[in-house]
């Protein structure tokens, strides 16, 4: 049996990004990871980056504005689309990359400018000299900063590896894997220096990968809804890099053919169990709410709304009770201080006789709300003294309240009429429930069979009449062609129209004089909302089997509707790298691209696959270094020593090895790094005469 495995569909979020609280000298500089998926950044004279964030860039209210939102953030604020500051692999878009540049000095305690820290930022391989101005640019006019320099981050991946050799790091020969987010390189180290001319790349990273994963769960399993992140988060936490390919596939079709084949690999489907709600399950077995909680509930709610009404009527009286105190006073002051008063009314711009009009309406207003509370208690009889007296011994005043009673005895009476009706209604639907549940006390067993049946039946009865009623006669003369033309032949009589009935002919018409039959429909109805809200009743504990079978049944299929089984999916996910024909990619796979160094290069290659390094986040898949160092044997010659290595962490060690460079090789770093002073001489081109360091992009 498959495992099954729960993945939450809610992915845990990211706490904000932090703010870093203390001080920095200015020789300490800032390092940055800028990746297409993450960046990582901090000081060089700490061991980790201080910020690790998804490199994205959305608009958000920040303070009642919209502004700029970067990384971590994102999760915590109302945001439009987020967009990335790189197409590809290359940083594109500058206004994105001004604006993860802005979160990062801010939150590394730079919130003014001129920042006077040095910086180096990491970048891939081949950057285009243009991209690397732009971003000197951008250091120097933005932020003004001393010292900017660059370089490859899956170098530095490297020198973290050798920081305890870094004595011996020129004469240093290997073979450089690196995939990351949108690409994959593969690069020669040949005693210390890059060979630039040799490395090749791929089109194929991690996004390719979760975007063929998306594809391939949404066709088999439509009726989950899959989301990028989550497909990520599936890829990272099951996908694996196959050994042998055709071998592992042809295993898989051993396994759901049943054909025991022979010399097949062992696999096991893995299962994601994804949350589910058991609706069948809670609508036939399940107990609803019973009336008096829901009477409970609408008490409850009817309280609340009458305090509510209590209390602004009692804000009202208040107010209405200070403002006649208010005037009251000012006509006090006409007695007690003559010009007061007339200084009060000249600035307020009142005159006596409104201000005598507006207290009238407040105490009508206060007597009122008086009245009304104590007609509450007591409402006084209607009279209809006038309803029976002849109109001849009325004057018209009387006539004309005699039409008002009239009309007011006929509502009052009509509304004791539905209030009786209502009444009994009540009293017969109680009588009816308490025969039932009585019923119910007797035998619940049988009153449950005898409804079970009733439903059953009339289910069959509306299916029956329904095939009937779609059954084909002879050519066209179905049944509901014959119901419209009778329906047609009604219309035209001349007698149509006088009853009411005869319109509802043109709903016949419309429907295809398929008029359905709601007799049975209708008492199946009630039936099915009689047993959902009478079964099963309180401490009833089903003995039946069959019920507990078919409750067993309903919660399975619930459970099976929101599993996904995967198989072939995993391996194929991570093959594009390999084998990016898969996606229909007219390129070759990353191990194809090694076998094409060596098999063009001048140089002995003997030396490189004896040291091969692994890095990049993509290269985190588990199985990678176990399927790079088959593929590489079966290159190389017969015995030849060949050594695969996977970078401690993939992902941060890039940062890790540019912090060691600057530290440990810091005079290099000086030397090739570009200054404020020579770019305000000479400008960006002045990035094309520099000397390049150990993880320098030119040679």
């Given at each position: 049996?498959?495992?099954?495995?729960?993945?939450a569909?809610?992915?845990?979020?990211?706490p904000?990004?932090?703010?870093?609280?203390?001080?920095?000298?200015?020789e300490a500089?800032?390092v940055?990871?800028?990746?297409?998926y993450?960046?990582?950044?901090?000081?060089?004279n700490?061991?980790?980056?201080f910020l690790?964030?998804?490199t994205?860039?959305?608009?958000?209210?920040?303070?009642?504005?919209?502004?700029n939102?970067?990384?971590?953030?994102l999760?915590?604020?109302?945001?439009?689309?987020?967009?990335?500051?790189?197409?590809?692999?290359?940083?594109y878009?500058?206004?994105?990359?001004?604006?993860?540049?802005?979160?990062?000095?801010?939150h590394?305690?730079?919130k003014?400018h001129?920042?006077?820290?040095?910086?180096?930022?990491?970048?891939?391989?081949?950057c285009?000299?243009?991209?690397?101005?732009?971003?000197?640019?951008l250091?120097?006019?933005?932020?003004?900063v001393?010292?900017?320099?660059f370089?490859?981050?899956?170098?530095?991946?490297?020198?973290?590896?050798?920081r305890?050799?870094?004595?011996?790091?020129?004469?240093?020969?290997?073979?450089i894997?690196?995939?990351?987010?949108?690409s994959?390189?593969?690069?020669?180290?040949?005693?210390?220096k890059?060979?630039h001319?040799?490395?090749m790349?791929?089109d194929?990273g991690?996004s390719?990968?979760?975007?063929?994963?998306q594809?391939?769960?949404?066709?088999s399993?439509?009726?989950i809804?899959?989301t990028?992140?989550?497909?990520?988060?599936?890829?990272?936490s099951?996908?694996?890099?196959?050994?042998?390919?055709?071998e592992?596939?042809r295993s898989?079709?051993?396994?759901t053919?049943k054909?025991?084949?022979?010399?097949?690999?062992?696999?096991?489907?893995?299962?994601?169990?994804?949350?589910?709600?058991?609706t069948?399950?809670?609508?036939?077995?399940?107990?609803?709410?019973?009336?008096?909680e829901?009477e409970?509930?609408?008490?409850?709610?009817?309280?609340?709304?009458r305090?509510m009404?209590?209390?602004?009527?009692?804000?009202?009286v208040?107010?209405?009770?200070?403002?006649?105190?208010?005037?009251?006073?000012?006509?006090?002051?006409?007695?007690?201080?003559?010009e007061?008063?007339?200084?009060?009314?000249?600035?307020?711009?009142?005159t006596s006789?409104?201000?005598?009009?507006?207290?009238?309406?407040i105490?009508?207003?206060?007597?009122n709300?008086?009245?009304?509370?104590?007609?509450?208690?007591t409402?006084?009889?209607?009279?209809f003294?006038?309803?029976?007296?002849?109109?001849?011994?009325?004057?018209?005043?009387q006539?004309?309240?005699?039409?008002?009673?009239?009309?007011?005895k006929t509502?009052?009476?009509s509304?004791?009429?539905?209030?009786?009706?209502?009444?009994?209604?009540?009293?017969?639907?109680?009588?009816?429930?308490r025969i039932?549940r009585?019923?119910?006390?007797?035998?619940?067993?049988?009153?449950?069979?005898?409804i079970?049946?009733?439903?059953?039946?009339l289910k069959?009865?509306?299916?029956?009449k329904?095939?009937?009623?779609t059954?084909?006669?002879?050519?066209?003369?179905?049944v509901?062609?014959?119901?419209?033309?009778?329906?047609?032949?009604?219309?035209?009589?001349?007698?149509?129209?006088?009853?009411?009935?005869?319109?509802?002919?043109?709903?016949?018409?419309?429907?295809?004089g398929?008029?359905?039959?709601?007799?049975?429909?209708?008492?199946?109805?009630k039936?099915?909302?009689?047993?959902?809200?009478?079964?099963?009743?309180?401490?009833y504990a089903?003995t039946?089997a069959d019920q507990?079978?078919?409750?067993?049944?309903?919660?399975s299929?619930e459970?099976?509707?929101?599993?996904?089984?995967?198989?072939?999916?995993?391996?194929?996910?991570?093959?594009?790298?390999?084998?990016?024909?898969?996606?229909?990619m007219?390129?070759?796979?990353l191990?194809?691209a090694?076998h094409?160094?060596?098999?063009?290069?001048?140089?002995?290659?003997?030396?490189i696959?004896n040291?091969i390094?692994?890095?990049?986040?993509?290269?985190?898949?588990?199985g990678m270094?176990e399927?790079?160092?088959?593929?590489?044997?079966?290159?190389?010659?017969?015995?030849?020593?060949?050594?695969?290595?996977?970078?401690?962490d993939?992902?941060?060690d890039?940062?890790?090895?540019a912090?060691l460079?600057?530290?440990?090789?810091h005079?290099?770093?000086?030397?090739?790094?570009?200054?404020?002073?020579?770019y305000?001489?000479?400008?960006p081109?002045a990035?094309g005469?520099?000397?390049?360091?150990?993880?320098?992009n030119?040679?």
């Amino acid at each position: 049996m498959a495992q099954v495995q729960p993945v939450a569909l809610n992915l845990k979020r990211c706490p904000p990004d932090p703010v870093y609280q203390g001080t920095q000298s200015p020789e300490a500089s800032v390092v940055i990871d800028f990746g297409s998926y993450k960046t990582a950044a901090g000081w060089s004279n700490e061991t980790d980056p201080f910020l690790n964030f998804k490199t994205l860039v959305g608009k958000g209210k920040v303070g009642g504005k919209m502004r700029n939102v970067v990384g971590n953030d994102l999760e915590h604020v109302t945001m439009s689309n987020t967009t990335s500051p790189f197409v590809g692999d290359i940083p594109y878009h500058f206004g994105n990359v001004e604006a993860v540049f802005d979160h990062v000095f801010s939150h590394l305690g730079h919130k003014r400018h001129p920042i006077p820290n040095s910086v180096l930022i990491t970048e891939p391989v081949s950057c285009p000299i243009y991209t690397r101005q732009l971003m000197s640019e951008l250091m120097f006019e933005c932020y003004g900063v001393p010292r900017v320099g660059f370089g490859i981050d899956a170098l530095f991946s490297f020198l973290y590896y050798k920081r305890n050799n870094l004595e011996n790091l020129n004469q240093e020969t290997a073979l450089i894997f690196r995939s990351g987010f949108n690409s994959s390189h593969v690069i020669p180290l040949l005693r210390g220096k890059t060979q630039h001319k040799d490395i090749m790349r791929i089109d194929v990273g991690g996004s390719t990968s979760t975007s063929y994963l998306q594809q391939i769960l949404q066709l088999s399993q439509p009726n989950i809804r899959l989301t990028n992140p989550l497909v990520n988060h599936i890829k990272e936490s099951f996908c694996y890099a196959s050994p042998d390919y055709l071998e592992e596939m042809r295993s898989w079709r051993n396994y759901t053919r049943k054909l025991n084949l022979p010399n097949c690999m062992p696999v096991t489907p893995t299962i994601i169990q994804f949350p589910y709600s058991s609706t069948a399950k809670a609508t036939s077995g399940s107990a609803p709410i019973e009336d008096d909680e829901k009477e409970r509930k609408r008490q409850e709610r009817s309280d609340r709304m009458r305090l509510m009404a209590q209390e602004k009527k009692e804000k009202k009286v208040t107010s209405m009770k200070e403002e006649r105190e208010y005037i009251t006073n000012i006509f006090n002051l006409k007695v007690q201080d003559p010009e007061e008063y007339e200084r009060i009314m000249s600035s307020e711009g009142y005159t006596s006789d409104d201000l005598k009009d507006h207290l009238a309406k407040i105490e009508k207003s206060l007597n009122n709300q008086q009245a009304g509370g104590a007609n509450n208690s007591t409402k006084k009889e209607q009279d209809f003294s006038l309803v029976d007296m002849d109109d001849d011994l009325l004057d018209d005043a009387q006539k004309k309240e005699k039409k008002k009673q009239v009309f007011l005895k006929t509502m009052v009476e009509s509304r004791k009429v539905q209030q009786a009706k209502k009444e009994q209604e009540q009293a017969r639907k109680s009588e009816q429930e308490r025969i039932i549940r009585e019923q119910i006390d007797l035998d619940p067993q049988a009153w449950y069979n005898k409804i079970s049946n009733e439903i059953t039946e009339l289910k069959q009865a509306i299916a029956k009449k329904q095939q009937q009623s779609t059954a084909r006669l002879t050519g066209r003369q179905t049944v509901q062609s014959l119901a419209r033309m009778r329906a047609l032949t009604m219309v035209e009589h001349e007698d149509f129209g006088n009853n009411d009935q005869d319109w509802d002919t043109y709903l016949e018409i419309d429907k295809g004089g398929d008029k359905p039959k709601g007799e049975e429909s209708e008492k199946l109805a009630k039936l099915e909302a009689m047993l959902a809200k009478f079964w099963p009743p309180k401490n009833y504990a089903a003995t039946s089997a069959d019920q507990k079978a078919s409750a067993e049944s309903e919660y399975s299929s619930e459970q099976i509707a929101a599993q996904m089984q995967l198989t072939t999916a995993l391996p194929r996910a991570v093959e594009v790298l390999f084998q990016p024909s898969l996606l229909g990619m007219d390129q070759m796979g990353l191990l194809e691209a090694t076998h094409e160094i060596f098999r063009v290069r001048e140089y002995d290659t003997s030396e490189i696959v004896n040291q091969i390094y692994i890095t990049g986040g993509n290269m985190c898949t588990a199985g990678m270094a176990e399927r790079i160092r088959t593929e590489i044997v079966q290159m190389r010659p017969m015995g030849e020593p060949i050594k695969v290595i996977t970078a401690e962490d993939p992902i941060l060690d890039a940062w890790r090895g540019a912090r060691l460079f600057v530290e440990k090789f810091h005079d290099q770093f000086l030397e090739s790094a570009l200054t404020r002073e020579i770019y305000l001489e000479v400008g960006p081109t002045a990035l094309g005469n520099l000397v390049p360091n150990f993880a320098s992009n030119w040679a």
